[in-house]
């Protein structure tokens, strides 16, 4: 280092303690194995970061190298190579602080969102944020079998219609369209919520008793009770809405569809899924199964 510094090689040498033939042989090695291993990790490292938008940390770089492309590496060794260069992945925001339950509503959850197959259990809820034009607000359904998002709706004000929307899409994706005829196709699906005054609306509840649904609410005030799609939320926020400013809402509605259709339901890679994305996650299911 201090001859790189451009300090005469001798009087470097004579500093450190070593002598000039062995600075030169040093110098004019040829590359060691584990160096030329080391390189070839972090060039891939860094590709993995990029692709993923900077998000991954080093548990899901390592689940991207090893079932993604089957590079055989430790995650102790992805922990000090990230480091060494840098790189490192968005974390989370702060945690919920627990606020007392107020149980006044069915609650058919009762914080066990654990399911052994998919629409069992559907849980929903409505997320803001702001663009140069106005707020936007976006409803979305997930699974708690596979963490996929069945439903998904967008608009400039929070109405009955958004979360409405939001559940004829799920019902028509994941159960067959019944028009609203009360053929009970989702006979058992639980869908879960909190006590927004959207989804106490005539619209909604009617949408979902006359497709079978069983409709279900935390108590107010208290996220726990839907930590699910809290976290689904605060995911989104650290990994989309939070990272730039949106000039308008059309800007921000196409940047949310590509993150709940394409990222996060056929490419983010989740803990809880065996760095599984949803979409493969069921299909490997259906696979197993078969």
Not at 8 to 27: I, K, N, T
Not at 115 to 121: A, K, S
Not at 214 to 242: H, K, P, T
Request: with cysteine; hydrophobic share 40%; net charge positive.
């Amino acid at each position: 280092m201090i001859a790189a510094e451009v300090q005469p090689v001798q009087v470097a040498c004579r500093v450190l303690g070593v002598s000039e033939a062995g600075f030169y042989e040093h110098r004019n090695r040829a590359p060691s194995e584990r160096g030329v291993r080391h390189a070839m990790l972090t060039d891939l490292i860094s590709q993995i970061h990029i692709e993923s938008r900077g998000i991954y940390g080093a548990r899901r770089v390592h689940a991207e190298l090893t079932l993604g492309r089957g590079v055989v590496v430790g995650h102790g060794q992805v922990e000090l190579l990230m480091r060494r260069a840098g790189i490192q992945g968005i974390s989370g925001r702060r945690k919920w602080k627990r606020i007392r339950a107020d149980d006044i509503a069915t609650d058919l959850v009762k914080r066990d969102f654990g399911r052994q197959g998919p629409n069992q259990l559907w849980v929903t809820d409505i997320t803001e944020h702001p663009t140069r034009e106005g707020k936007i607000y976006c409803c979305a359904i997930l699974d708690a079998y596979s963490r996929r998002v069945v439903g998904w709706s967008i608009d400039s004000s929070p109405t009955a219609a958004l979360v409405t929307n939001a559940l004829g899409m799920a019902i028509d994706s994941r159960l067959g369209n019944d028009n609203g005829s009360g053929s009970g196709s989702g006979s058992g699906t639980i869908i879960h919520s909190d006590h927004g005054v959207q989804f106490g609306s005539w619209a909604f509840t009617k949408r979902a008793r006359d497709s079978g649904l069983l409709a279900s609410m935390g108590s107010i005030g208290d996220c726990y009770d839907n930590s699910m799609i809290e976290s689904f939320w605060s995911r989104m926020q650290v990994e989309l809405l939070d990272r730039q400013k949106w000039n308008t809402r059309i800007e921000l509605a196409n940047a949310m569809f590509e993150y709940l259709e394409i990222w996060h339901n056929r490419k983010r890679r989740h803990s809880q899924l065996g760095w599984l994305s949803p979409i493969e996650f069921e299909r490997n299911r259906i696979i197993t199964v078969a």
